[in-house]
């Protein structure tokens, strides 16, 4: 399998992206770069110690980078490898094959201090607040633990004292601190996650379906309460989410992944003027709008997700694609710029 | 359209759950017509009563909850009024239900096939052949290979097929009514896109009609006829789904609807409600979203009146009432 080495940067050129990018096309300072990531794991042995029979190919070679201020939007169904892709980007999961780079360097590779440095750096939010935080804790504590083990240097005031600034920024208020998390509404758990993922000013949050759990009424606040902290500190976001109306308004960039590629990967507006991959176009027309007027045409796609274990030769999409060609089974479509700022793996964009 | 028309009245529904804190009032006076093979959407978030609704017509109720006023007339007659056994003969035949997670809702030790066929055996006495007759109900839900599936377990099937098993069971018994609670939420978009346009031609085969709950006002502009929208156990507008969504009346719907990302567009900041739906036990007195309401007034400490913007359209806002 070959990887879709010209892809390193969003709205790049065709470089061979092997020695790390420092900056990328709008000029912003890169942190995180993909080169042909791979995550796969083993599934079920051929008797006891046996070899594995197959590998989940969860991640299954993707390229991509991220800069500071930047909010990538992963989007994809379920299984197809986007939360395995966070996990490894928050280093719960170490590549199988490529890279990851972390300001150049490997984080495979990375000393004990740097790695250190690293987990400050990345932090996550995670979807559902109720069982991402710890219910026997106070929020205080909850919002001060990074503090605690990271910044050894800080009295207990001087925890206290950031995690009221903490409580502030995303909008909740001293008096919070002192309480449990079931005290709180579905929407001010949230904020707490996003305090306690705040406190030692990342460089980039993995937000994992930050609003799903949430009611409809409480949606928009906590999406405007990230959008102003990213604004504010010039953090980088890679959001996972399955709700394309939710990407388009915090992301400047779409990936669409399915069965661990990418297939499309776009700045958000050329993307939701004019998606390209037949299997975007499905899912931008799945998502259902409130409108009446103008509704995009309705694309019903046939059958179910293959297995990630068995991926259909050729494109991986073209047993469920409407416009497939006999040249899909035979040939993976590459990643291309098809556009400044439009990539797309398909072989009808040639 | 004429009353003839309509299946389902409910009137005034009421029902209370026991809790260690106190009775909630989880639905609070609750009535809607729905009429021979439309949809009817009852949309609201978490808490807003929507499935007590349901489960009220069914008489479904968890053991906790408990119906102590109003009317539920289906074809004539108020369910309220029948036994338990009366009841077991319209629900499954007459009223059927689609549950939200199928995981739950079907047996795990039985062939899918086999739960098909035991509803058809329990309600049609005299059906010739119910294996048959579920194997031909699961190539009509788009099952691929259905006498092979019919063998297949709750496990080893996706979470689309398991799905629209209980599709297959739900029209098993050819009801003229069903009651779809949240059945796609655990779908993704792609196979949710697939049992919606099920869902419709079921509907057109069977005459159905449908009562589709949801919190997804997406679904409900795509496959409803009308919409009912709940908050806090009342419901706060209902009308022709498009009346509703071009010209919303109620400021929560207005509201709502606003705050909703758009694929079209990308603005600065969504117009966001601000606070939280209230709390089962601390109900406001008044009209519930009063506390959240932009345009609330002296008038809302009252709880208003379900208002006519139109013949087919209501509101229960005092902003309506002339």
């Given at each position: 399998?070959?990887?879709?080495?010209?892809?390193?940067?969003?709205?790049?050129?065709?470089?061979?992206?092997?020695?790390?990018?420092?900056?990328?096309?709008?000029?912003?300072?890169?942190?995180?770069?993909?080169?042909?990531?791979?995550?796969?794991?083993?599934?079920?042995?051929?008797?006891?110690?046996?070899?594995?029979?197959?590998?989940?190919?969860?991640?299954?070679?993707?390229?991509?980078?991220?800069?500071?201020?930047?909010?990538?939007?992963?989007?994809?169904?379920?299984?197809?490898?986007?939360?395995?892709?966070?996990?490894?980007?928050?280093?719960?999961?170490?590549?199988?094959?490529?890279?990851?780079?972390?300001?150049?360097?490997?984080?495979?590779?990375?000393?004990?201090?740097?790695?250190?440095?690293?987990?400050?750096?990345?932090?996550?939010?995670?979807?559902?607040?109720?069982?991402?935080?710890?219910?026997?804790?106070?929020?205080?504590?909850?919002?001060?633990?990074?503090?605690?083990?990271?910044?050894?240097?800080?009295?207990?005031?001087?925890?206290?004292?950031?995690?009221?600034?903490?409580?502030?920024?995303?909008?909740?208020?001293?008096?919070?601190?002192?309480?449990?998390?079931?005290?709180?509404?579905?929407?001010?758990?949230?904020?707490?996650?996003?305090?306690?993922?705040?406190?030692?000013?990342?460089?980039?949050?993995?937000?994992?379906?930050?609003?799903?759990?949430?009611d409809v009424?409480?949606?928009?606040?906590?999406?405007?309460?990230?959008?102003?902290?990213?604004?504010?500190?010039?953090?980088?976001?890679?959001?996972?989410?399955?709700?394309?109306?939710?990407?388009?308004?915090?992301?400047?960039?779409?990936?669409?992944?399915?069965?661990?590629?990418?297939?499309?990967?776009?700045?958000?507006?050329?993307?939701?003027?004019?998606?390209?991959?037949?299997?975007?176009?499905?899912?931008?027309?799945?998502?259902?709008?409130?409108?009446?007027?103008?509704?995009?045409?309705?694309?019903?796609?046939?059958?179910?997700?293959?297995?990630?274990?068995?991926?259909?030769?050729?494109?991986?999409?073209?047993?469920?694609?409407?416009?497939?060609?006999?040249?899909?089974?035979?040939?993976?479509?590459?990643?291309?710029?098809?556009?400044?700022?439009?990539?797309?793996?398909?072989?009808?964009?040639? | 359209?004429?009353?003839?028309?309509v299946i389902l009245s409910v009137r005034n529904l009421q029902t209370h759950l026991r809790t260690?804190?106190?009775v909630v009032k989880a639905v609070d006076g609750v009535s809607f017509d729905v009429r021979r093979g439309e949809t009817l959407g009852i949309v609201g978030e978490s808490g807003s009563g929507k499935s007590m609704t349901a489960f009220s017509i069914v008489q479904l109720l968890p053991r906790v909850g408990r119906v102590v006023g109003g009317e539920v007339i289906f074809n004539?007659e108020d369910l309220l009024k029948k036994?338990p056994?009366e009841m077991e003969k319209v629900r499954g035949k007459h009223v059927s239900m689609v549950l939200q997670d199928p995981l739950t809702s079907l047996?795990?030790?039985?062939?899918?096939?086999?739960?098909?066929?035991?509803t058809?055996?329990?309600h049609?006495?005299?059906?010739?052949?119910?294996?048959?007759?579920?194997?031909?109900?699961?190539?009509?839900?788009?099952?691929?290979?259905?006498?092979?599936?019919?063998?297949?377990?709750?496990?080893?099937?996706?979470?689309?097929?398991r799905q629209?098993v209980l599709g297959a069971i739900g029209v098993s018994c050819e009801p003229e009514f069903l009651i779809a609670d949240e059945p796609t939420s655990a779908l993704?978009?792609?196979?949710q896109?697939?049992y919606l346009?099920l869902l419709k031609?079921l509907q057109?085969?069977y005459?159905l009609t449908i009562i589709f709950i949801t919190h997804d006002f997406g679904i409900v502009a795509t496959i409803c006829d009308t919409v009912a929208v709940m908050y806090a156990g009342k419901i706060v507008e209902t009308g022709?789904v498009?009346?509703v969504?071009?010209?919303?009346?109620?400021?929560y719907t207005?509201?709502?609807?606003?705050?909703?990302?758009?694929?079209?567009?990308?603005?600065?900041?969504?117009?966001?409600?601000?606070?939280?739906p209230?709390?089962p036990?601390?109900?406001?007195?008044?009209?519930r979203?009063?506390?959240?309401?932009?345009?609330?007034?002296?008038?809302?400490?009252?709880?208003?009146?379900d208002?006519?913007?139109?013949?087919?359209?209501i509101?229960a806002?005092?902003?309506?009432?002339?």
């Open positions: 399998m070959t990887a879709m080495k010209s892809s390193s940067t969003p709205g790049g050129g065709a470089a061979v992206a092997m020695p790390p990018q420092t900056t990328s096309m709008s000029g912003r300072k890169v942190l995180l770069e993909a080169q042909n990531l791979k995550k796969h794991f083993a599934v079920g042995r051929a008797g006891f110690l046996g070899k594995p029979a197959g590998h989940v190919r969860a991640v299954d070679g993707v390229d991509f980078t991220i800069s500071a201020g930047q909010t990538i939007a992963l989007a994809g169904e379920s299984g197809c490898g986007k939360t395995t892709l966070g996990n490894v980007l928050l280093r719960l999961e170490l590549p199988t094959e490529g890279a990851l780079l972390w300001e150049g360097k490997d984080i495979v590779t990375l000393t004990k201090e740097e790695r250190q440095g690293y987990r400050r750096s990345v932090q996550a939010v995670f979807q559902d607040p109720w069982s991402s935080l710890d219910g026997r804790m106070k929020v205080q504590d909850l919002v001060g633990e990074p503090l605690v083990i990271n910044e050894k240097q800080m009295s207990r005031a001087q925890v206290l004292e950031r995690v009221a600034e903490l409580m502030d920024q995303v909008g909740l208020q001293e008096v919070h601190m002192e309480r449990f998390p079931h005290e709180f509404s579905g929407g001010q758990r949230q904020r707490i996650a996003v305090a306690r993922a705040l406190s030692l000013n990342p460089k980039v949050i993995i937000l994992d379906e930050p609003v799903s759990a949430l009424s409480i949606r928009a606040q906590v999406m405007n309460l990230l959008k102003e902290l990213q604004e504010k500190y010039n953090m980088a976001y890679f959001m996972i989410s399955h709700n394309l109306a939710t990407a388009r308004f915090i992301s400047d960039t779409v990936a669409i992944m399915y069965l661990g590629r990418f297939a499309e990967y776009a700045e958000s507006e050329l993307f939701f003027k004019k998606p390209l991959h037949p299997y975007s176009q499905a899912l931008v027309s799945a998502s259902l709008p409130v409108e009446f007027e103008n509704r995009r045409q309705r694309i019903v796609l046939q059958g179910e997700v293959p297995s990630p274990i068995n991926p259909p030769s050729g494109c991986r999409f073209r047993t469920r694609c409407p416009q497939v060609m006999d040249i899909c089974s035979e040939i993976q479509p590459e990643l291309m710029e098809v556009a400044r700022g439009h990539r797309v793996a398909c072989h009808l964009y040639k | 359209m004429n009353d003839k028309d260690r804190r106190g004539g036994s056994r047996n795990p030790v039985f062939r899918t096939g086999d739960q098909i066929a035991e058809i055996r329990h049609l006495k005299d059906a010739p052949d119910p294996k048959g007759k579920a194997v031909e109900l699961m190539r009509q839900v788009r099952i691929p290979a259905p006498a092979t599936a019919y063998r297949y377990y709750p496990h080893q099937m996706s979470g689309g097929m629209r993704d978009p792609t196979i896109a697939q346009d031609d057109k085969q005459n022709p498009r009346d969504f071009q010209r919303p009346s109620h400021p207005e509201a709502l609807l606003k705050s909703l990302p758009s694929l079209e567009e990308k603005p600065k900041r969504l117009p966001s409600i601000s606070g939280q209230p709390m036990h601390e109900m406001p007195t008044g009209c979203f009063a506390p959240r309401c932009p345009y609330k007034f002296d008038k809302c400490e009252e709880y208003p009146p208002t006519h913007v139109s013949p087919t359209h509101s806002c005092w902003r309506s009432v002339k």
